[in-house]
């Protein structure tokens, strides 16, 4: 836990800074490529299923990043579920952003975690013609419509990039929430301080931000 507790002071960097934990108690600590605000540098087939993966959206003059976890983020962890390296009862996945804020995630329904993102990867698998057409309808119709309104729209994506300042944090975890109730994505969201020490789970109300009154330490 001490190497995720770390990442708070690695939100400045050029590069994105990842930690992982695995069932067989092994940590592993990788960097990302400077002045790239992607992901992908953790083992995508490691020897022992993840536990936990923790990493920083840094932002500098060059790299925006958002205050909430960005759809790689989730598409990464549905990625791994769906290739059988993550033990899901137990994982939990932690970010720290250099808008200040700090978010634990654990998967309260891997099925509809993966339903969600298969079709985005239908293109990937061996399926037959008839799923294929059925997997590029529900793309159009269902899955699209809700990217395009949260992460992918270039003018008005309700989640963007370098939204800082306290009402904008507060406003984007707002439309992250949105964003997982209307996926129906069996994500559930904990907000954390920057020890990653307290836990608060969020729930979405209407338009409102929920905070159980019951925190939970680590
Ligand atoms: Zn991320």
Not at 9 to 30: H, P, R, W
Not at 32 to 50: H, K
Not at 207 to 212: C, G, H, I, L, T
Request: with cysteine.
């Amino acid at each position: 836990m001490n190497k995720v507790r770390d990442l708070k002071n690695k939100d400045t960097l050029t590069y994105e800074t990842s930690v992982a934990i695995f069932d067989d108690n092994s940590i592993g600590e990788y960097q990302g490529v400077a002045n790239n605000s992607t992901v992908q540098t953790l083992p995508t087939s490691p020897s022992s299923d993840y536990i936990s993966m923790a990493h920083v959206h840094n932002e500098n003059a060059t790299i925006k990043s958002y205050s909430v976890p960005s759809l790689g983020d989730l598409q990464w962890i549905a990625r791994r579920y769906k290739d059988g390296y993550l033990n899901t009862s137990e994982f939990t996945a932690f970010l720290a952003t250099a808008d200040g804020t700090y978010f634990a995630l654990t998967i309260n329904n891997p099925t509809k975690l993966w339903k969600f993102f298969r079709y985005m990867d239908a293109g990937n698998f061996n399926i037959t013609i008839q799923e294929r057409i059925e997997a590029s309808k529900k793309l159009k119709e269902v899955y699209k419509p809700i990217l395009k309104k949260y992460y992918y729209d270039e003018q008005s994506a309700l989640i963007q990039e370098n939204a800082q300042g306290a009402t904008n944090n507060e406003q984007q975890l707002r439309y992250f929430m949105q964003f997982l109730k209307e996926a129906d994505i069996g994500i559930t969201v904990f907000e954390s301080n920057e020890n990653f020490s307290t836990f608060t789970k969020l729930s979405i109300k209407g338009f409102d931000v929920k905070r159980s009154t019951t925190p939970c330490t680590l």
